[in-house]
T-cell receptor, first 113, second 113 residues
Framework: DAKTTQPTSMDCAEGRAANLPCNHS???????VYWYRQIHSQGPQYIIH?????ETNEMASLIITEDRKSSTLILPHATLRDTAVYYC??????????????WGLGTSLAVNP | DTEVTQTPKHLVMGMTNKKSLKCEQH?????MYWYKQKAKKPPELMFV???????INESVPSRFSPECPNSSLLNLHLHALQPEDSALYLC????????????FGDGTRLSIL
């Protein structure tokens, strides 16, 4: 069963920030939040992950609430190439590579010119 | 471009055929994964290999048989598949460590006649 819930779809204007929300109210203390995206006809692409602190990399920022029950992925300046399905995911399990990703159903983001 | 290479990109087979899907990575990753993805759904984990040993089998039917000949290669042997097995099959790899990120190939699109 999915541990995350996301809006089914969102729109964003090109050049504006895209803010994608995710709820993960049953997340456990040692479970990380991951975000991936999947552009049509391609494999999923890793974006970012975090535990409790906010994280930023060259692709995006991840804001996690203090109670860890929700998070927001921010694409600061969306382009047409950011149109994709964005998956919010919780990594569960005991250790190392025996952990596995529990995928949400994804948000289909359309970036419009 | 993806660093995880999957072949073939497309495969059509009959229910009595035997075929294999192949996956290769040269990033030195020691964990490799098979996922199945149906249209408009998130990927579903099938198998995980860690250091060339099967560590997770998500109760996959025996008509799917994984094999990890070495740390760079992962195969999925297919036999007596059903039409409902038609899907995109994704391979991924990840480095060792506490919080690995999985790198995905672009998948093999499999159609069962």
């Amino acid at each position: 069963d999915a541990k995350t819930t996301q809006p089914t779809s969102m729109d964003c204007a090109e050049g504006r920030a895209a803010n994608l929300p995710c709820n993960h109210s049953t997340i456990s203390g040692n479970e990380y939040v991951y975000w991936y995206r999947q552009i049509h006809s391609q494999g999923p692409q890793y974006i970012i992950h975090g535990l409790k602190n906010n994280e930023t990399n060259e692709m995006a920022s991840l804001i996690i609430t203090e109670d860890r029950k929700s998070s927001t992925l921010i694409l600061p300046h969306a382009t047409l190439r950011d149109t994709a399905v964005y998956y919010c995911i919780v990594r569960v399990g005991r250790a190392g590579n025996n952990r596995k990703l529990i995928w949400g159903l994804g948000t289909s983001l359309a970036v419009n010119p | 471009d993806t660093e995880v290479t999957q072949t073939p990109k497309h495969l059509v087979m009959g229910m009595t055929n035997k075929k294999s899907l192949k996956c290769e990575q040269h990033m030195g990753h020691r964990a490799m994964y098979w996922y199945k993805q149906k249209a408009k759904k998130p990927p579903e984990l099938m198998f995980v290999y860690s250091y060339e040993k099967l560590s997770i089998n998500e109760s996959v039917p025996s008509r799917f048989s994984p094999e990890c000949p070495n740390s760079s290669l992962l195969n999925l042997h297919l036999h007596a598949l059903q039409p409902e097995d038609s899907a995109l099959y994704l391979c991924a790899s990840s480095p060792s460590g506490q919080v690995p990120a999985e790198h995905f190939g672009d998948g093999t699109r499999l159609s069962i006649l």
